[in-house]
């Protein structure tokens, strides 16, 4: 019976609120994807360049118990190193003052996290424990709600997407893209989700080569990803990179 339903579910006519691309939604209804990953096709990792340049981009989840380092923020600004910021709704609902305070430094560009970071899936496959988008719909309103907001409240609309968790099915990827960002994952791992002691940060960071996309989180200052942060990112710019917004390089993503 089951069964039933569900194949009934896949093959109805989405006819919803208007403000969602019913007709990107329908076309990825009844798909079925073979990959889920950190790095599904189109899944953007690198910048490609010989340039020494590197991206550091920080997520900012909204769990229960998170917040915003503020000492890294306070570190990045002193040391005009640019970051880009992938916030959800639900980070962005809880600490509405420290979202204001980062977007209105252009040292940063804010982009989309999504609204529940919810992992990318067309058909509600799951990672970590963590329920990804249930369907084509869902994963149009993860995308697009959090896009909206983000574009009311600082009149610029983001152009990339960074699922929770940062796995993706390929659908999804193709989806996203339809509806106008590119899917961001990572080429370094650089807090493995705020886990990482500051020895291991730095060692992680201290991998990276020309081009680079950097992982990392700046919501939780009770762990040791911003003390790991200040102490490699001198030893990387002494290395002669530097760090670039991701924004600048869109053109250029593989
Ligand atoms: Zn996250």
Redesign the pocket.
């Known amino acids: 019976m089951k069964k039933y339903w569900l194949l009934l579910g896949c093959l109805g006519i989405f006819v919803g609120c208007t403000s969602y691309p019913t007709e990107i939604i329908n076309k990825y209804r009844c798909v079925q994807p073979t990959e889920w990953s950190e790095t599904a096709t189109g899944v953007k990792t690198h910048i490609k360049t010989k340039e020494k340049i590197l991206a550091l981009t920080m997520?900012?989840?909204?769990?229960k118990t998170d917040s915003l380092d503020k000492e890294l923020i306070e570190f990045l600004i002193r040391e005009q190193i640019p970051a880009t910021l992938?916030v959800?709704s639900r980070w962005i609902n809880k600490h509405p003052d420290e979202f204001k305070w980062l977007a209105s430094n252009p040292l940063f560009d804010i982009q989309n996290?999504?609204k529940d970071?919810r992992p990318a899936s067309v058909n509600g496959q799951s990672i970590y424990g963590i329920d990804g988008t249930k369907n084509a719909k869902a994963l149009a309103k993860e995308v697009l709600d959090n896009a909206n907001k983000i574009e009311k409240l600082t009149g610029k609309r983001p152009i990339f997407f960074?699922?929770?968790?940062?796995y993706y099915d390929e659908y999804a990827v193709s989806m996203i893209s339809e509806m106008g960002f590119q899917s961001i994952g990572f080429s370094v791992l650089g807090d493995k989700?705020a886990t990482y002691t500051a020895p291991e940060v730095v060692e992680a960071f201290l991998t990276a080569k020309a081009g680079d996309i950097i992982i990392c989180?700046m919501?939780h200052p009770e762990k040791e990803t911003g003390k790991g942060l200040m102490q490699v990112l001198p030893m990387l710019k002494k290395k002669g990179y530097r760090f670039v917004l991701l924004r600048d390089y869109a053109d250029r993503l593989e």
């Open positions: 997520d900012a989840c909204g769990s992938f959800t996290h999504g970071h960074r699922s929770g968790t940062a989700g989180h919501n």
